[in-house]
């Protein structure tokens, strides 16, 4: 596609219960991220995926949380027993490469709210 | 570890001022730094970057920013501020080894004033 796609672009969910998040990232790229950007708390890196290498999960809060990714490209973002401390936009960006001096690209973000 | 430093949660500027938003940053290796921008309910967009090529790099839509080493400064300016460069501005870093992903500072902002 033309750009990273992230869906849903809102979610509501009660307390306690699973989300999926989805990723699509530009064709060709490699590179993967996820990164979370709640109030007090500014972009936080989440998951790295790089080609069909182990994902660097060092940014996982917890482990509620887990994200796979399939066949090089779609991602997708599991939160498991919500709580409202999840609340929070979800990005997702692809970059062409891994190497730290290539452009990330972003998608619009998942807004997910736990009540 | 890498880090980053915005000073200034909030900049407001008149229509036509100068704009300096600043950065710091915390690297024990050749950074690279990012200038990204973030309309409301948008992803985030990269305005400049700087890889070690020139220290003075120009992005889009007039801003521009200076990598300073001896500061451990990468400042991003406008000469005249914009109605539509209201937006929130995120500097970042990232180099080569290790975790390969940005490291985020806490952003700055801006309001233009008419």
């Known amino acids: 596609g033309a750009g990273v796609s992230q869906s849903p672009s809102n979610k509501v969910t009660e307390k306690g219960k699973d989300v999926e998040l989805r990723c699509d990232p530009i064709?060709?790229?490699?590179?993967l991220y996820w990164y979370r950007q709640s109030l007090g708390q500014g972009l936080e890196f989440l998951i790295y995926?790089?080609?069909?290498?182990?994902?660097?999960k060092s940014g996982l809060p917890s482990d509620r949380f887990s994200a796979e990714r399939t066949g090089g490209s779609v991602s997708t973002l599991t939160i498991q027993r919500t709580q409202q401390e999840d609340s929070a936009v979800y990005l997702c960006?692809?970059?062409?490469?891994?190497?730290?001096?290539?452009?990330?690209?972003f998608g619009q973000g998942t807004r997910l709210t736990v009540v | 570890a890498q880090s980053v430093t915005q000073l200034g949660s909030h900049v407001s500027v008149s229509e036509g001022a100068l704009v300096l938003l600043r950065c710091n940053y915390s690297?024990?290796?050749?950074?690279?730094l990012f200038w990204y921008v973030q309309y409301p309910n948008q992803g985030l967009q990269l305005l400049l970057k700087y890889t070690s090529a020139a220290t003075l790099v120009k992005g889009i839509n007039g801003f521009e920013a200076e990598f300073k080493k001896s500061e451990t400064s990468f400042h991003l300016t406008k000469p005249s501020a914009h109605m539509s460069d209201a937006a929130e501005y995120f500097c970042?870093?990232?180099?080569?080894?290790?975790?390969?992903?940005?490291?985020f500072g806490s952003g700055t902002r801006l309001q233009v004033q008419p």
């Open positions: 960006a692809s970059s062409l490469s891994g190497a730290g001096n290539t452009e990330a690209f």
């Open positions: 064709s060709g790229h490699t590179a």
């Open positions: 690297s024990s290796v050749p950074p690279y």
């Open positions: 995926f790089q080609g069909n290498s182990a994902p660097d």
């Open positions: 970042a870093v990232s180099d080569d080894t290790g975790r390969r992903a940005l490291t």
